[in-house]
């Protein structure tokens, strides 16, 4: 069975700074993918970063990258120059590429919220 | 290029009665998979449908039920409704291969009473 574990329930940070959000998660899988999605008060789950485990590179996407630590099953999110958009619940989701009945089963961890103040 | 639509955006229902949620998936998606999120948590997954069939099932009972059409859109069905089904139900689509990830629906909030 697979766990992702958010332990900041909420974060805030001042518009402009950088924030970083933790997660991490347990596998016995060694073909996964993570992901970093955030949700604003719409409801509709936004993709922010994704990451393949077997790559060794963290992942960026403009403002926002990832620390991922394979040996420790981190998986941070940095947001450089926060903006007030940013303000929304972040969750971060593991799937295991095993195959089959796999596919499309996303993990979420409890999510943080980030309120970016200006 | 559309993404996903769900309908409706929010329902209430009596204990015991069914429901049925809508889910049409994103242009050239064959994938739909759902899930429910509590309020304040982080969504489960239900199951997911692939070429009009179950494939893959979270921990949630069979009076939870859906299918896909031909079309890839899909229902989400729950029979004999329980106080504790009152959550946001979110649809996503995508590829097989998941090469450019999932596309979520905003979600229908189902409050049972």
């Known amino acids: 069975a697979q766990t992702v574990t958010q332990s900041q329930p909420e974060m805030s940070v001042q518009e402009a700074e950088t924030v970083t959000l933790s997660c991490t998660y347990d596998?016995?899988?060694?073909?996964?993918?993570l992901f970093w999605y955030k949700q604003p008060p719409s409801r509709q789950m936004i993709l922010v970063i994704r990451?393949?485990?077997?790559?060794?590179q963290n992942a960026t996407e403009n403002r926002f990258s990832v620390n991922f630590q394979k040996a420790a099953k981190s998986f941070s999110l940095k947001i450089s120059d926060s903006q007030l958009g940013d303000t929304a619940m972040y969750f971060c989701?593991?799937?295991?590429?095993?195959?089959?009945?796999?596919?499309?089963?996303?993990?979420f961890g409890q999510g943080t919220i980030l309120t970016v103040h200006p | 290029e559309t993404g996903v639509t769900q309908s409706p955006t929010h329902l209430i229902k009596t204990r015991g009665q069914q429901v049925t949620l809508r889910c049409s998936s994103q242009?050239?998606?064959?994938?739909v998979s759902w899930y429910q999120q509590a309020l304040g948590q982080g969504p489960q997954f239900i199951f997911q449908?692939?070429?009009?069939?179950?494939?893959g099932r979270g921990n949630f009972p069979p009076r939870f039920s859906g299918l896909q059409f031909p079309n890839y859109s899909s229902e989400l069905n729950v029979n004999a409704l329980e106080l504790d089904d009152s959550a946001l139900y979110l649809c996503?689509?995508?590829?097989?291969?998941?090469?450019?990830?999932?596309?979520f629906g905003s979600g229908t909030r189902l409050t049972v009473v």
């Open positions: 996503a689509s995508s590829l097989w291969d998941r090469l450019y990830g999932y596309t």
């Open positions: 990451q393949e485990a077997y790559k060794q």
């Open positions: 242009s050239g998606h064959n994938t």
């Open positions: 989701a593991l799937e295991v590429n095993a195959g089959g009945t796999s596919y499309g089963k996303l993990t």
């Open positions: 596998t016995s899988e060694s073909n996964y993918y």
């Open positions: 449908y692939y070429r009009e069939e179950e494939n």
